[in-house]
Nanobody, 120 residues
Framework: QVQLVESGGGLVQAGGSLRLSCAASGMILSINVMGWYRQAPGKQRELVATITSDGRTNIADSVKGRFTISRDNVKNTVYLQMNSLKPEDTGAYYC??????????????WGQGTQVAVSS
């Protein structure tokens, strides 16, 4: 069993900052790409940022220059530092990871989501 547990969401005023964390646990052999997606009310889930195991990142244009993704391969944890938050950043943020379990192949896993609300 593999679990992704997110933390760090909350309510913040526009211009503020939040740091999201997502820790993967279980019978993990290796993790390929880790990333963050978000879903605003009434909208489709969208990519925010991803990071490979060797540190290559892909950041959505809408958050480029404001959000930073990083990871700790020893702790199997990915982080999303969100600065200069805007009301349009409001939504549920989901962690995603490509994980290979012991005795299995790579599969996609999702966290349960953490809420981010930015007030104007």
């Amino acid at each position: 069993q593999v679990q992704l547990v997110e933390s760090g969401g909350g309510l913040v005023q526009a211009g503020g900052s939040l740091r999201l964390s997502c820790a993967a646990s279980g019978m993990i052999l290796s993790i390929n790409v880790m990333g963050w997606y978000r879903q605003a009310p009434g909208k489709q889930r969208e990519l925010v940022a991803t990071i490979t195991s060797d540190g290559r990142t892909n950041i959505a244009d809408s958050v480029k220059g404001r959000f930073t993704i990083s990871r700790d391969n020893v702790k199997n944890t990915v982080y999303l530092q969100m600065n200069s938050l805007k009301p349009e950043d409001t939504g549920a943020y989901y962690c995603n990871a490509e994980i290979r379990r012991i005795g299995s192949y790579f599969s996609d896993y999702w966290g349960q989501g953490t809420q981010v609300a930015v007030s104007s």
